[in-house]
């Protein structure tokens, strides 16, 4: 059983286009989280609920816009997509704190041509 | 703020050889230390923590990293590298004081294990 899945893995679509990625997680942490690791692998933090509620969003574009249905659940929806958005985005889970260990879904590939 | 710098990008041992990878960090408050490894195609994955308890680590697949307050540093090391430990290796802080648990990534090395 995937502890934290995303969906879709890979995504190619043209420059303006709106896209969604999909993550659930079945650990039962409280809070998720959203990074973004582009072409030099540098990982960082995009957005992070706990238990459903924003914490956490560090100055992305409003294009990006997270939504949490529930505490198991995160998604992503990106407008107007740009060619800069192309990265791999990941999705994690923990318990809330500061020492727990972060759980990474295996990431969801984008390219905007 | 926290951050955490990696030095080299690219490390590159013989399988057999002793693995060491360096960050050091920079913390205002006790820092929360990671090590987190991504094999290809793959999300990562936590190979060792510190959290103020011993200051060496003992993590999965035989690395361990020691804390060293004085040089402000967490290096991971493994005795004998093997082939399958070729990776992205990455280094982080957990922010702090907020407790949201934010981590804050190095750049990441890249191991590269040659037969």
């Known amino acids: 059983d995937t502890a934290v899945s995303q969906t879709p893995k890979y995504l190619v679509t043209q420059m303006g286009n709106d896209k969604s990625i999909k993550c659930e997680q079945n650990l039962g942490h409280d809070t998720m989280y959203w990074y973004k690791q582009d072409s030099k692998k540098f990982l960082k933090i995009m957005f992070s609920?706990?238990?459903?509620?924003?914490?956490i969003n560090e100055t992305v574009p409003n294009r990006f816009s997270p939504k949490s249905p529930d505490k198991a659940h995160l998604n992503l929806h990106i407008n107007s997509l740009e060619l800069g958005d192309s990265a791999v985005y990941f999705c994690?889970?923990?318990?809330?704190?500061?020492?727990?260990?972060?759980?990474f879904g295996e990431g969801s590939r984008l390219t905007v041509l | 703020a926290q951050s955490v710098t990696q030095l080299g990008s690219h490390v590159s041992v013989s399988e057999g050889a002793l693995v060491l990878l360096r960050c050091n960090y920079s913390s205002s408050v006790p820092p929360y230390l990671f090590w987190y490894v991504q094999y290809p195609n793959q999300g990562l994955q936590l190979l060792l923590k510190?959290?103020?308890?011993?200051?060496l680590v003992k993590g999965i697949n035989g690395f361990e990293a020691e804390f060293k307050k004085s040089e402000t540093s967490f290096h991971l090391t493994k005795p004998s590298a093997h082939m399958s430990d070729a990776a992205e290796y990455f280094c982080?802080?957990?922010?702090?004081?907020?407790?949201?648990?934010?981590?804050?990534f190095g750049q990441g090395t890249t191991l590269q294990v040659k037969p």
């Open positions: 609920y706990n238990n459903k509620e924003l914490i």
């Open positions: 994690a889970s923990s318990q809330a704190g500061p020492t727990g260990e972060l759980f």
């Open positions: 510190y959290t103020s308890a011993a200051t």
């Open positions: 982080a802080v957990s922010e702090a004081p907020s407790n949201t648990g934010k981590l804050i």
